[in-house]
């Protein structure tokens, strides 16, 4: 009798691994970004922010980010990146998206969001990441749609770097910071 039940045993527990591989929620994505102070790593939150997670991922697959550097960088505030070259020249990108702020994510410290102009709707490839805790931000809707996991290190280097003026822009690091390579690493 044991013979017969242990096909039966073996055949079920294959079935509900199989379930519960099947239920297991998909991994956020992860982007590396490799820049020239450092490895940035940002997990994307999909389930929050899709539009804007779709968007960024969509820059990374087409490797705008390559080449591009922090172009505002602003100490005991944030970092911001994602559309101006070494010669601050604005990197035309896609168009505009909706803005998801008031998904539950927050301007924290290590908090990713959408950099954008006074247009809720205005957020296209630039994003910045926040130093410090940000309310003020949550409050003047500026959507967060991810986190830095990995190279907090690094973020805090680059804020630390002398700024100046160049080319009508403000507070711009006087030694370029420049994105080498940004790459999905994990995730979808």
Do not use: W
């Amino acid at each position: 009798m044991t013979r017969n039940i242990l096909p039966i045993l073996v055949t079920a527990s294959i079935f509900l691994a199989g379930v519960a591989l099947a239920q297991a929620p998909a991994a956020n994505p992860k982007v590396l970004f490799k820049t020239t102070k450092g490895d940035i790593i940002i997990e994307l939150y999909p389930a929050k922010a899709p539009i804007t997670v779709k968007n960024i991922l969509g820059y990374v697959n087409d490797k705008f980010y390559d080449g591009l550097i922090f172009h505002r960088v602003i100490p005991g505030f944030m970092i911001q990146t994602g559309g101006l070259t070494a010669e601050m020249s604005q990197k035309s990108g896609k168009p505009s998206i909706k803005n998801e702020s008031g998904n539950g994510l927050k301007n924290a410290r290590g908090s990713v969001a959408m950099a954008r102009t006074q247009d809720l709707d205005s957020a296209t490839s630039q994003f910045y990441i926040n130093l410090v805790n940000n309310d003020s931000l949550d409050e003047m809707k500026y959507c967060a749609f991810g986190k830095v996991v990995a190279g907090m290190d690094v973020v805090d280097a680059i804020a630390k770097v002398p700024t100046g003026d160049k080319r009508g822009h403000q507070n711009v690091p006087l030694e370029p910071i420049t994105i080498l390579s940004a790459t999905v690493v994990d995730g979808k």
